[in-house]
């Protein structure tokens, strides 16, 4: 039965919506953008590439957890984990401001606790493996403030292993040998995999090297639109054996339409392909992207499930679509600070 936008809001209320990638934190870093600020909804069309996350519309959305993920330019590639360092400062900021809005959280618990204080749960994800700046010791720090996932890969090649597409782009190059070691001692420090960007070849080898469940924070599916940023179904499959998840990106060009159903279409297609414990929201806001009419910023998130009420989504189903196999994924690997002695 299909949801009202009032139904679906109060169903926010009842269940954990999480989202696995916001750009926002450089936008706090570099502009000040002022996270608790309730800020204009952006243009339609091309003009709303960011500005589509901040506290209040976090909480018209029914939003329990965001994921703030951290990138930076890789060229030169010095200066990428001081980068990711003054995005987790602003982040520290705004949560030192808005103690009682906010919280800093790592564990499926943490997320279930803020949200019983009323608090927006706020975690942490890196965006490029150019942040570790070829080292490995970079990232146990990075997980000691909170880091919960590594994206191996961004728009260039680095010392993990290649692109989807971009600089250094090469089909039939995988994952480096430090890449393996990456793979490794994120798994050894409770940091998720994160295999958006990656090249296929990479995409597999990571698989490969880990043991624990990976995700995928931002994607669309190849077997909806045909795009070099999306992923095939094995790449679904693959992900679903290792009971990781995949978060769908709320982008006009990666989805192939404009319309809010597009994102039901990749979602489904995820479902029918590797069954119901495997898609998750995934929006790139504050990303550059155009998202879908409907879905203009993250207080529209209500439609969404509004979306897939109508397509004959369960509420059982929805719960674990919008947050749930989220959850699961960070229950399933354990954060630093709750890793066994
Ligand atoms: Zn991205």
Redesign the pocket.
Known sequence: MALTPDEARAFHDEIHVMDLHADTAKLMDKLGYDLAARHERPMPKLANVFGHVDLPRLRDGGVAGQFFSFWTTPYPERGCTKSVVKQLDALDVAMAKNPSDLAWTRTGADVRAAKAQRKIAALGGI?GGQALEGTLDAIEPFARRGVRYLGLL?FSANAIGRPAKGRGADPDAGLTAFGRDVVRECERCGVIVDL??INRRGFFDALEVGSLPPMVS?TGVLGVHEHWRNIDDEQIRAVANRQGCIGIIFSRKYLGSASIESVVDHILHVIAVAGEDVPALGS?FD?FVVPPEGLEDVGAMPNLTVALSRRGVTPRVLEKILGGNVLRVLDAVPAWGTLRA
Do not use: R, S
Request: charged share 30%; glycine share 14%; proline share 0%.
């Open positions: 965006e961004h958006a960007h931002h790139d990303g």
